[in-house]
């Protein structure tokens, strides 16, 4: 058995403010260590269900975050930027299934702890074939492209709501429960790790009722920016099309043709802050 994991940051217990997510953070080194004993529990209950495989990928912010001495030894780990397919670097249609380690509610939504998707700065929504999705929804079609369910969710409530939504029965771990969008009541990083454990044995247990998270093709991929600048600059790439002010429209073959066009996107936005 084979397992993909993707791990962001927002969503590990007890990081709920841009001290622990940010390099510059004063308490940064601190959340690097809870990130990497996450995805270790989440490790040790693949490998107690009979992962042969494992593949890691550090996906929050320059994906540089999880400390590789204090990582189980057994993973693969994905490390660094840019990449192809972003925060779902590694994956391909040999594995069994993927879990998402410390993720967090899209842009927006009310008291989600550090909610945004991909870029706080600038992009508000991001919608395939009109469903909005957030960082969570747009890595699973990618995991759905190569026909890889989601079975393990971790992060806090609000996100846990988002996920049923689109994969309701997707395995979810909740390690704190929303106050505001930099407060929360949390699990101790222990015990999170206790519960993330359980729950990737419980969802590789149930594998066989968890169905991959596939888009019909051509899929729409719409993004709404903050700025209309963004959006302006970004409608220069081929294909892409400029709704509105504040809007771009690209219709690709698949999900990996969307990520390729995303990924230019981000790179164009960006510019819009050095101006």
Known sequence: MKVHISVDMEGIACVTHGD??????????????????EVNAAVEGALECGATEIVVADSHGHMRNLLP???????LLVRGSP???????????????????GYHSMAGTHHGILAHTYL?????????????????????AIAGHFGVPVALVTGD????????????ATEQTIVK??????????LTPKESQKK?????????????????FVVETPVKFDVDFMLPISADIASDIPGVELVNGRTLSYVGKDMLDVVKIWRLIINASLTAFAI
């Open 120 to 140: 706080g700065r600038s992009v508000y929504a991001l919608r395939l074939n009109g469903l909005t999705v957030g960082e969570p929804g747009f890595n699973a």
């Open 83 to 101: 990449r192809r397919l972003t925060m779902m670097e590694g994956i391909d249609s040999s594995f069994d299934a993927s879990f998402m380690i």
């Open 20 to 37: 622990h997510t940010k390099l510059e953070g004063v308490e940064y080194e601190m959340a690097r260590k809870w990130m990497t004993a």
């Open 157 to 168: 409530d609000t996100l846990a709501a988002e996920v049923n939504n689109i994969m309701p």
């Open 177 to 186: 429960w929303v106050i505001s969008n930099n407060a929360a009541k949390n």
């Open 69 to 75: 001495d204090e990582l189980n030894e057994k993973v």
């Open 196 to 212: 993330i454990k359980a729950g990737a044995v419980n969802a590789l247990k149930r594998l066989n009722e968890i169905k991959p």
